[in-house]
């Protein structure tokens, strides 16, 4: 198998992706065909796959937001529209992760790792200030019943623990800010409650102008 690949979202991927998604979170339901048809068309350009010659085995999507209406709290259904990126605001300057996910068979193998760098590829192509995303934290539910999502954090972030989405996302060398609770409520093995994450583009220019090209070299 050749090494895995990434490049934006085609129409064509929409059934791949509801059965990947189905996989991967098999607890959570998978997007409908017509909310990822308006994901393409609200923006085109932060919505990428990773594909092997086997056909897609992940996926990043991502919206522009105006951060100062989100940080204090929400949801995901609320910042994303229900999954339909109506909030999309190119005015704004952070780049919104929304989703990722990856084949059971390919985590290790170097996916999510092209997945993120193809956010932190089209931040910096874009001149956004930054990428913000709140993740998981599916070893959560292991330690429920002896601590808060925010101390079980806190320690993964020490190194006490390890946590198959922080831990990695760390890796991937975002800072962690803090636990939103309730943010998918139905999310058992998170207890609904997610990470917020943050990665500084330490090229962001001020004085320069957002830019959306039409695509983007990943």
């Known amino acids: 198998m050749k090494r895995p690949r990434v490049r934006q979202t085609r ?26 048809r308006e994901q393409l068309e609200v923006f085109p350009q932060g919505q990428v796959v990773a594909e092997t010659d086997d ?25 994303t529209g229900a999954g339909t990126f109506e909030n999309h605001d ?5 780049l ?7 084949a059971p068979e390919m985590q290790g193998s170097g996916v999510g790792h092209l997945l993120y760098e193809a956010r932190r590829t089209l931040c910096r192509a874009m001149n956004l200030r930054r990428i913000i995303a709140c993740g ?16 079980y954090a806190q320690k993964v972030v020490w190194g006490d623990l390890r946590d198959q989405v922080l831990s990695f996302q760390i890796k991937e060398g975002f800072s962690y800010c803090g636990v939103i609770e309730g ?36």
């Open 90 to 94: 190119p005015e704004g300057k952070t």
């Open 136 to 151: 998981r934290l599916p070893g959560y539910h292991r330690y429920a019943d002896e601590m808060s999502a925010e101390f």
């Open 183 to 218: 943010y998918i409520p139905e999310d058992e093995e998170s207890h609904g409650c997610a990470s917020v994450i943050v990665w500084l583009n330490r090229d962001y220019d001020p004085t320069r102008p957002t830019t959306i090209p039409e695509e983007i070299a990943l």
């Open 96 to 102: 919104y992760g929304a989703e990722v996910f990856v």
């Open 55 to 79: 056909g897609v085995v992940g996926c990043a999507s991502s919206m522009i937001v105006l951060w100062d209406d989100w940080a204090e709290s929400h949801t995901w259904k609320e910042i």
């Open 11 to 36: 129409k064509e991927d929409i059934p791949a992706l509801i059965e990947l998604q189905a996989r991967v979170y098999p607890s959570i339901p998978p997007w409908s065909r017509r909310k990822l």
